[in-house]
């Protein structure tokens, strides 16, 4: 038996275009005599559709577009397809996550989500009720047990604590399922694949069934999806798998699949690159943008999102704008023209000291009675952020900020400033990593895209005189440990300290973070990379007091 994964990059929300995306992959899947055909989790509707689930017409138009594919892949092998289905019962959530047969030109069984996330990125118990008993599917002279998603995340041998009480796969398994197949839209984290692959070949393994996974590319608003479908043997041996950020269409053939090599495109700096360009490709693209516009500072943050922007959209598409200060040294300037080059971009210079004397004269009298401090270094940031929303709106183009995710982390970073734009591309990207995908770059293209003078020299952000971020903050290295500790692996104060990290740095850099919630609510959309970004997963209060000696970056589920 062949199982045909259709890996389709929808679009939140556009049902004929997402309709037309799985017609042409389920014709594909034809021509490669493929038995039945899957599509990732709500499909036709996109992931995630969020609210747009609470309109009951929305909903409705997805299962008038359903019937219309059910027409179109008539010709073609059975498909099960991904949507929202309305809960007939008066009670519970009104819809269920499901999965629909199309078989001869009509929607035919339907196939609920038994596992709901809500957690990180997820919130599925807002909108779905669960649903509770096998699944079979009858097709081929297989018995397919079909899940969706979460479904397969909940195994008691692989996971030491589990999230649900029960396990859909065990059930299924119980049931007389030969195969399970999954219907996914798992979002990217750097390194998430090899535990994706690890654990569903312990699955396959243990129940000795195949088990394939089709799941979507592409971004939708801070999320980026990997594709890299895949599907595993009753041995637990990999058969097929699907090319990483990209469409495909991956057939696992059931019986006759031969074992293939582990993935091999799973080097960190690689997979952030690949899915940074792919997500400011598709935030572009879905939000109606053809071009971009960043500052250029010369240093390796804007560095590196205009390398991003440039593979993303092009370098015809990029424009890099810089914007001294008398407080700009000559040597950023000179790394800020260079990266231009490197990348063929166009370039506009916008001194920014006319306007900074403008704002002082003004502000003047207000300020009389107070000495200089971080007050005139913010107005810098903010005459810069004018000057490229101008830009932006007078060109139409998308405004990328190129703060990092250990400024972001900390406060360094100035709201209406440099947080100014429409997507924070490497918010979710520490500095440390920043450079090593820089470092990547450079390797993989064979030459100097980004100057190593911008590689070397001391971060700063050049608001004053001799100016470098060591001044206030811990050296990178050290400060990348202790936030990663705390916001992904969620230790409080007294057990990063316990690590063997300073006391007194440890409590700063704590407080600086629980400081800094109310800028990161302001914040552009962020691009997620790691396990744990300040976007839709992020839900900290603003008005708190925590006791940072007990306080973790998320309650252990």
């Known amino acids: 038996m062949k199982i045909a994964l259709l890996q389709i990059n929808p679009i939140v929300g556009d049902l004929a275009g997402n309709a037309r995306l799985i017609a042409d992959a389920a014709a594909e899947a034809g021509r490669q005599g493929a038995d039945l055909a899957v599509t990732p989790e709500l499909a036709l509707v996109g992931y995630l559709p969020r609210d747009l689930l609470l309109s009951a017409g929305f909903v409705r138009r997805s299962w008038d577009a359903l019937d219309r594919l059910a027409r179109d892949v008539a010709g073609q092998p059975p498909v099960l397809a991904g949507l929202p289905e309305p809960n007939p019962s008066d009670e519970g959530r009104p819809l269920f996550n499901s999965a629909v047969l199309l078989r001869d030109g009509h929607a035919d069984q339907r196939f609920r989500k038994a596992l709901l996330p809500t957690y990180d990125?997820?919130?599925?118990?807002?909108?779905?009720?669960?649903?509770?008993?096998?699944?079979?599917?009858?097709?081929?002279?297989?018995?397919?047990?079909?899940?969706?998603?979460?479904?397969?995340?909940?195994?008691?041998?692989?996971?030491?604590?589990?999230?649900?009480?029960?396990?859909?796969?065990?059930?299924?398994?119980?049931?007389?399922?030969?195969?399970?197949?999954?219907?996914?839209?798992?979002?990217?984290?750097?390194?998430?694949?090899?535990?994706?692959?690890?654990?569903?070949?312990?699955?396959?393994?243990?129940?000795?069934?195949?088990?394939?996974?089709?799941?979507?590319?592409?971004?939708?608003?801070?999320?980026?999806?990997?594709?890299?479908?895949c599907g595993f043997n009753a041995d637990g041996a990999p058969i097929a798998r699907g090319r990483s950020f990209d469409a495909d269409v991956v057939v696992c053939d059931l019986d006759r699949g031969a074992a293939i090599a582990a993935p091999s495109d799973i080097v960190p700096e690689s997979e952030i690159w690949r899915a940074l360009v792919l997500g400011t490709r598709d935030y572009a693209r879905k939000c109606g943008f053809t071009s971009a516009v960043l500052g250029l500072s010369g240093g390796v943050d804007s560095a590196l999102t205009a390398a991003i922007a440039v593979d993303a959209l092009g370098a015809g598409r990029v424009l890099g704008v810089l914007m001294p200060s008398p407080y700009s040294s000559q040597g950023s300037i000179d790394d800020a023209l260079a990266v231009a080059r490197n990348l063929g971009i166009e370039t506009i210079t916008l001194p920014i000291e006319p306007a900074m004397r403008v704002m002082e004269r003004t502000l003047a009298p207000a300020f009389k009675d107070g000495a200089r401090d971080v007050t005139e270094e913010n107005i810098q940031a903010r005459v810069r952020g004018n000057l490229l929303m101008a830009l932006s709106n007078k060109r139409g183009a998308l405004l990328l900020?190129?703060?990092?995710?250990?400024?972001?982390?900390?406060?360094?970073?100035?709201?209406?400033?440099?947080?100014?734009?429409?997507?924070?591309?490497?918010?979710d990207v520490p500095k440390t990593m920043v450079y090593r995908v820089s470092r990547w770059l450079n390797g993989s293209k064979g030459r100097a895209i980004i100057p190593e003078p911008t590689l070397t020299k001391a971060p700063s952000a050049e608001l004053r005189p001799n100016q470098t971020d060591q001044d206030s903050l811990p050296p990178y290295d050290v400060l990348d440990d202790v936030l990663q500790r705390?916001?992904?692996?969620?230790?409080?104060?007294?057990?990063?300290?316990?690590?063997?990290?300073?006391?007194?740095?440890?409590?700063?850099?704590?407080?600086?973070?629980?400081?800094?919630?109310?800028?990161?609510?302001?914040?552009?959309?962020?691009?997620?990379?790691?396990?744990?970004?300040?976007?839709?997963?992020?839900?900290?209060?603003?008005?708190?007091?925590?006791?940072?000696?007990?306080i973790t970056a998320e309650s252990p589920v």
Request: glycine share 8%; charged share 25%; proline share 4%.
């Open 486 to 550: 705390h916001i992904e692996q969620h230790q409080p104060a007294s057990e990063i300290v316990a690590a063997g990290f300073d006391a007194a740095m440890v409590r700063r850099v704590l407080r600086l973070v629980r400081l800094a919630e109310f800028k990161r609510k302001q914040a552009a959309p962020g691009l997620k990379v790691t396990d744990r970004a300040f976007g839709t997963g992020w839900r900290m209060p603003i008005a708190a007091r925590p006791n940072l000696e007990e």
């Open 121 to 229: 990125v997820f919130d599925e118990d807002r909108y779905f009720e669960p649903y509770r008993g096998p699944q079979i599917l009858e097709i081929a002279g297989r018995r397919i047990g079909v899940s969706i998603c979460e479904d397969v995340w909940n195994d008691r041998d692989f996971w030491k604590r589990r999230r649900y009480h029960h396990d859909p796969i065990e059930e299924l398994v119980r049931a007389g399922a030969q195969a399970i197949v999954n219907l996914s839209a798992s979002p990217f984290s750097v390194g998430k694949h090899a535990r994706r692959e690890e654990m569903l070949s312990s699955m396959a393994r243990r129940h000795r069934v195949p088990v394939v996974y089709a799941n979507q590319y592409g971004g939708n608003d801070d999320l980026v999806f990997d594709g890299r479908s």
């Open 401 to 427: 900020t190129t703060g990092n995710k250990s400024e972001i982390s900390v406060g360094y970073c100035t709201l209406y400033g440099d947080m100014s734009g429409g997507l924070a591309v490497i918010a």
